[in-house]
């Protein structure tokens, strides 16, 4: 039924949960901001990310499984099955959300916390981010793309690196979530096993004749910004940066 009024075009996804959530799969990666109503306006673009208890530690051993039902229960009156990550004792993991931007003037460049390259909501490159998390707090990362100016963008790729600890995607929960001004929201899940990996463009988005169009990357990268760099062939020049100490 779904595929007699799904119709053709750029708007292949995935309706999850609500009809007001958009879910791009490996199977139907793309959608059209201008077909969703969604091609004007503030695209905030947040990361974040959660860890479950089995992941943490070992909670729950006892010396029969009647005793480790009894203990596991009653340890749940403190321990949610899951928890958000709020610290380094809970996630040994920084994730880092940015975008490689390239305007319809040519002009290339990064939008990232590292080198407090932040960017501009008002002025190029119209990519603004919100600051950098280091624990996974609830409010995440949020990129702010001003789509009014739309007609200034050639294409923008988010994409997630861990800054620092252990290369752990699939069991950090990552989400990287996309809110229109107007619209349902975009969702792209990172619980792909990729144990190695530093990391991943998340989404392309690309200005085609004045549409826009949101596609599903999730490509996976054993490095850091200049490996994606040379994926996507960006172009752009990188060197070594670090972080001040909090």
Not at 112 to 128: K, R
């Amino acid at each position: 039924m779904w595929d007699l009024f799904r119709g053709s075009g750029v708007s292949e996804f995935d309706m999850m949960g609500t009809s007001h959530t958009i879910t791009l799969t490996k199977r139907r990666p793309l959608v059209s901001l201008n077909q969703q109503g969604s091609a004007s306006g503030s695209l905030r673009a947040n990361l974040t990310w959660q860890m479950r208890t089995s992941d943490i530690g070992g909670l729950g051993s006892g010396s029969g499984s009647q005793g480790r039902g009894l203990l596991r229960r009653w340890l749940n009156l403190f321990n949610p099955e899951l928890v958000q990550a709020q610290g380094p004792a809970m996630v040994n993991v920084d994730l880092d959300l940015a975008c490689m931007y390239e305007l319809a003037d040519g002009t290339k460049g990064v939008v990232q916390p590292l080198g407090n390259f932040l960017g501009s909501f008002n002025a190029p490159p119209y990519i603004q981010l919100s600051g950098d998390d280091r624990f996974g707090a609830p409010s995440g990362e949020t990129l702010y793309i001003n789509l009014d100016q739309k007609d200034q963008f050639q294409r923008l790729l988010i994409f997630v690196y861990i800054y620092d600890g252990t290369p752990a995607f699939d069991r950090t929960h990552a989400v990287v979530t996309l809110f229109p001004s107007s619209g349902p929201r975009i969702e792209i899940p990172l619980i792909e096993r990729a144990p190695q990996a530093r990391s991943c463009a998340v989404v392309l988005i690309e200005n085609r004749k004045g549409e826009l169009t949101v596609r599903r990357e999730v490509r996976y990268i054993y490095g850091f910004q200049a490996e994606l760099d040379r994926l996507y062939g960006w172009g752009l020049q990188w060197g070594r940066g670090y972080k001040s100490k909090v």
